[in-house]
């Protein structure tokens, strides 16, 4: 765990009566051949203020990433809604969606993955802009040098190909591309777990300055608690594709109320072993999210433990 002092300050500014993001009743069911179901995200409401980081976090497979990815409508939700700035773009195609598109974005686990190979990293990190017609010609190859030089890199990158970076910096060329279009909020799937530490840490600390910077949200999908406790001012844990509990960064870390969370802390390795106490430890297999037909897991229900501290009901 990282000292209060290196921690996210909260957002400067009292959230606005509108959130960014708002998401209400969120499901996403996968059919499979047999008629039976993946349940990867169940009733899920939350929402994200503007210029704060909502971080979610769980263990591999609870529907982070499926959650992410509803969100920012590279899938389409079973049922439910997601409103950007008031507007609900559920149900939005892809022309209806391309004006929201520059609101939004985000950054994908595997940077290498994520850049064209083929494709020099400037005009990687222009293409947003072109597609969008933000800018062209002189103007749109001075945007990609400062976007560069934001994210701290050389202008004379531009011509470069993604095989002659680092992990640290092809990352770097990812937030750009992801800034080109100055979007409000920008999704980070498990953004910095390739990275090794020393690297992440500058990535983290570049993604805090331009949050400062631009005012930006962000919405942090890792399952590193300790990078979250850094980067975020909420917290939600997320097992089995439900939110089973929800608050301020401190009150989860330090008053964990449901005992998923109490478990996951409890995972966290600690390196002097003179810190190191029983702890209860994730040993159980876990549960597999397939259901029968007519079948469905059982819907959590989230109660107020204190304010803005929100835990689901246990039997």
């Known amino acids: ?13 009292a959230p606005a009566a509108t959130p960014l993001v708002a998401v209400d009743d969120l499901c996403k069911q996968f059919n499979l051949g047999d008629r039976t179901k993946i349940h990867a995200v169940e009733h899920v409401s939350l929402e994200v203020a503007r210029g704060e980081t909502l971080a979610v ?39 209806g969606m391309r004006p929201h598109r520059q609101k939004m974005q985000i950054i994908f686990q595997d940077p290498f993955a994520s850049l064209d190979p083929r494709r020099s990293v400037g005009k990687a990190v222009a293409e947003p802009m072109r597609v969008h017609g933000t800018a062209s010609g002189a103007d749109l190859n001075r945007r990609v040098g400062d976007l560069f ?3 701290g890199l050389e202008r004379q990158h531009v011509d470069q190909f993604p095989h002659q970076f680092s992990g640290g910096q092809r990352q770097r060329i990812c937030i750009a591309r992801a800034l080109a279009l100055e979007p409000e909020l920008v999704i980070a799937d498990e953004a910095v777990s390739a990275l090794d530490v020393s690297v992440q840490a500058q990535v983290i600390n570049l993604m805090m300055d331009l949050q400062e910077e631009m005012g930006l949200s962000y919405l942090f999908i890792s399952h590193d608690l300790a990078v979250v406790e850094r980067i975020s001012h909420r917290v939600a844990v997320m097992y089995l594709g439900q939110i089973v509990e929800i608050g301020p960064r401190a009150a989860v870390f330090e008053d964990p109320q449901h005992s998923y969370t109490k478990r996951l802390l409890s995972a966290v390795p600690i390196a002097d072993p003179r810190q190191r106490h029983d702890r209860p430890l994730l040993t159980d297999e876990i549960p597999s999210p397939r259901w029968g037909p007519g079948e469905s897991p059982e819907r959590v229900e989230l109660v107020e433990v204190e304010p803005g501290h929100l835990a689901a009901v246990e039997g």
């Open 1 to 13: 765990m990282t000292s209060t002092t290196d921690q996210a300050s909260p957002p400067a500014d």
């Open 57 to 95: 976090v769980g263990e591999s497979g609870c529907g982070k990433s499926t959650l992410a990815h509803l969100i920012i409508r590279l899938l389409d939700p079973t049922s439910g809604r997601v409103e950007l700035d008031g507007v609900d773009i559920t149900e939005l195609g892809a022309r």
């Open 149 to 151: 030089t934001r994210v």
